[in-house]
């Protein structure tokens, strides 16, 4: 009897051990991401380890190759001036084919054929906050960039989070990717060497990140699962972040009708004060870009967006997801739930009371200074590329989700001539006109996760404006 049990059980270990190879042989295929090398003090939180080739399946499908420098870049030398891309994942961009991320496509409007005219230094967590903290890594570690671009699909930061941004987490020349893998431990090895050749472990670690999360959420990001242990991967959704400014758990709401013959649209007709530096502050006016656009349309396209307000250094902008937990001990800001901060009590005129704001006087005085802070370390031209979330509702209608600091955002930057482009527009005119999402992939739900081949697409043509001004 006990014979018979003890074979059963070497029975269904062998078979167990047999399909967790034959998963482990698929996921090479499928989930075998690059190893990445934290740093402290640098452009980003970390490199990735030169000549790695990683293969990324679970969003769309990427084949990316690291070059010497510890980036994804194709294998050319930089150009003089060139322009520097910066940004969290979905500057990245590991989960589209070669040549579609919006720092290639930018690269070839540029002529970039022999030489790299744009340098992608995108790496997973690095937020719009932790890019500035890195802003003297950046400026030190590439002083001849002619041009910094800086992704983002959040501006749902509060006043402490903004002042936080200029915390700089310094410059060590000599923590090059050469010097860190020189003295990786022993043990560092070996735990390398065990995901390199066991992805499997890898794809049930970020499914495990996943779970944590209470599955993905509409519009929430996993990050890519890095070798880095410390890099948890948590992109926090924007449910946490972005709220209703009455207080209310849902996103405000501006709707688009875009069957309708009245092209303003219930808040976009107010778009010029924007570009002009001056936000609105009642509860239902452009500061919210939060629409809903009705695809079937084909005659309002042209009033719901214009063509240069993307590439305007003054467009307006909207949130998708904020807050960063990066691998390399920095700062770490919190979920902002801003519920707590915009359940702005309306006057007597229906405009907001200021007092209860979350876009007072102190937070635009922060803002100011934040871009204040970016033009005194640096003459060169940045550019802020914002992109907002999207939803699908029942009706087929697509959803920009914002808390309304674009107009906050614009207005500061270009104060302190920062060029600063809003997606949000070039989003509504491409669905009305071509049906097409910014976010979501042939193996995804559609309007959720990361900036698709369209996506990127659109940003390259936006940036690519404001670059030839």
């Given amino acids: 009897m006990m014979k018979r049990i003890l074979k059963q059980l070497l029975e269904w270990c062998g078979a167990l051990l047999l399909a967790a190879l034959c998963m482990n042989f698929i996921s090479f295929a499928f989930y075998h991401p690059?190893?990445?090398?934290p740093r402290s003090q640098g452009a980003t939180t970390g490199y990735l380890v030169?000549?790695?080739?990683?293969?990324y399946g679970l969003e769309g499908y990427g084949v990316k190759t690291v070059d010497k420098y510890g980036y994804v870049n194709p294998d050319l030398p930089k150009a003089k001036d060139y322009v520097l891309v910066a940004g969290a994942s979905h500057t990245e961009g590991f989960f589209l084919p070669e040549g579609l991320r919006f720092s290639d496509l930018l690269n070839t409007m540029l002529g970039g054929e022999d030489e790299l005219k744009v340098y992608n230094i995108g790496k997973s967590g690095n937020y719009f906050s932790v890019v500035l903290q890195h802003l003297d890594g950046i400026l030190g570690e590439f002083p001849d960039a002619g041009a910094l671009v800086?992704?983002?699909?959040?501006?749902?930061?509060?006043?402490?989070?903004?002042?936080?941004?200029?915390?700089?987490?310094?410059?060590?020349?000599?923590?090059?990717v050469d010097g860190i893998l020189n003295n990786l431990s022993t043990k560092q090895k070996l735990v390398m060497k065990v995901k390199d050749y066991c992805p499997l472990l890898r794809v049930l670690h970020k499914q495990f990140l996943t779970y944590q999360m209470g599955g993905v959420e509409e519009n929430a990001v996993v990050d890519d699962e890095r070798a880095d242990a410390s890099d948890e991967g948590k992109h926090p959704t924007d449910n946490k972040i972005t709220r209703d400014t009455m207080g209310v758990d849902t996103f405000e709401d501006t709707t688009v009708n875009a069957t309708s013959?009245?092209?303003?649209?219930?808040?976009?007709?107010?778009?010029d004060s924007v570009k002009d530096g001056t936000p609105k502050d009642s509860a239902g006016d452009a500061t919210s870009k939060d629409s809903v656009v009705n695809g079937t349309s084909e005659d309002s396209a042209g009033d719901t967006t214009s063509e240069d307000s993307a590439g305007d250094a003054t467009s307006e902008d909207s949130a998708g997801d904020a807050t960063s937990e990066d691998s390399a001990g920095d700062e770490i800001f919190a979920d902002l739930n801003t519920s707590e901060t915009s359940g702005a009590a309306e006057d007597s005129d229906g405009g907001r009371n200021e007092a209860n704001s979350e876009f007072d006087a102190d937070y635009r005085a922060a803002l100011s200074d934040l871009m204040k802070f970016i033009r005194q370390k640096t003459d060169k031209q940045v550019i802020i590329v914002f992109h907002p979330a999207v939803a699908i509702e029942k009706n087929g209608n697509m959803k920009l989700l914002s808390n309304g600091a674009e107009p906050y955002f614009a207005k500061?930057?270009?104060?302190?001539?920062?060029?600063?482009?809003?997606?949000?527009?070039?989003?509504?005119?491409?669905?009305?006109d071509n049906y097409e999402m910014p976010y979501g992939f042939w193996n995804t739900t559609m309007g959720v996760g990361h900036t698709n081949s369209a996506a990127h697409r659109m940003m390259a043509e936006e940036i690519y404006k404001v670059l030839r001004k």
């Fill in 261 to 271: 013959e009245d092209s303003s649209i219930n808040g976009r007709d107010t778009a």
């Fill in 150 to 176: 800086i992704e983002t699909d959040s501006l749902a930061y509060d006043t402490k989070a903004l002042r936080d941004s200029t915390i700089q987490v310094g410059y060590n020349p000599d923590e090059t």
């Fill in 412 to 432: 500061a930057c270009k104060e302190h001539d920062i060029d600063f482009i809003d997606m949000s527009d070039r989003f509504i005119q491409e669905y009305i």
């Fill in 34 to 37: 690059c190893q990445d090398l």
């Fill in 50 to 55: 030169p000549g790695d080739k990683g293969i």
